[in-house]
């Protein structure tokens, strides 16, 4: 008997959300990131409460942990498609769940539906407590909204890439290695070294990324907007994904 399009996806998209949930690799790494991020923040906010007020201000120090706070953002990728390798449960959900491409999409889809909330609520703490901290501050709330999505959409789409990358390599340390490497080792030492290629680093995910939550500066030239920022983003995820999802169907578990 044949299942319709629309029962197969719920039935996969429940047993995906059901294994994340009860995943506690995933529920640490959150809370280790929601810890780090509420102490970043308090660390931030203790040295830039001297400084100019503005809405400006309390954006760019309630978020100046994103940098750091994405390292949380990219385990949780990694560990949501890896943690299947460990133990051989691959096997058993390939059995389970014949659908090969169909099964990684809607894993990627399950992790989305748990990113979002959960890093809306991250991002917006460290901007709460500045503004708490600040309080004689007048805010814009529609500003501060906007930015806040912009930055629950940057580390949704991070951790949605770094499970994809996990899927490619199959393995928690060597995805670790490469990403982590990517993000804090090689980025900004490329941004140092070879500030002549700055335009050409916009268009890689973290730097596109950035600009979907922190404001330009009158200062810089040919930066990206919001939306293009997003889109970049979104087009470097969608491409390790459809690649992740041809290398799943090819190979063996």
């Known amino acids: 008997m044949s299942v319709s399009s629309s029962r197969k996806l719920t039935q996969i998209l429940g047993a995906e959300l059901d294994k994340l949930v009860t995943l506690p690799l995933i529920w640490f790494t959150l809370m280790g990131t929601f810890i780090l991020n509420l102490v970043l923040a308090a660390a931030f906010t203790s040295v830039g409460v001297q400084g100019a007020t503005g809405t400006q201000n309390i954006l760019n120090i309630g978020l100046a942990s994103m940098g750091y706070l994405q390292a949380g953002f990219i385990i949780l990728g990694i560990l949501a498609t890896c943690s299947e390798y460990t133990g051989g449960q691959i096997r058993t959900t390939l059995i389970t769940i014949p659908w090969r491409g169909f099964q990684l999409s809607t894993k990627h889809l399950a992790l989305a539906i748990i990113t979002i909330p ?25 500003t501060m909204i906007t930015t806040l999505i912009g930055a629950t959409g940057y580390l949704t789409l991070t951790t949605l890439l770094s499970a994809a990358v996990g899927a490619l390599l199959r393995r928690t340390t060597p995805a670790l290695v490469v990403l982590l490497g990517y993000y804090f080792i090689v980025s900004p030492l490329t941004r140092i070294f070879l500030p002549s290629n700055k335009n050409f680093l916009n268009y890689f995910p973290d730097t596109a990324g950035s600009y979907m939550y922190m404001p330009s500066s009158s200062d810089e030239i040919s930066v990206l907007t919001p939306m293009q920022g997003t889109g970049i983003s979104m087009l470097w995820t969608l491409s390790f994904i459809t690649v992740a999802i041809v290398f799943y169907r090819k190979r063996d578990a």
């Open 118 to 142: 959960v890093a809306f609520i991250i991002a917006a703490s460290g901007v709460l407590y500045t503004f708490i901290m600040m309080r004689d501050t007048t805010v814009v709330i529609d």
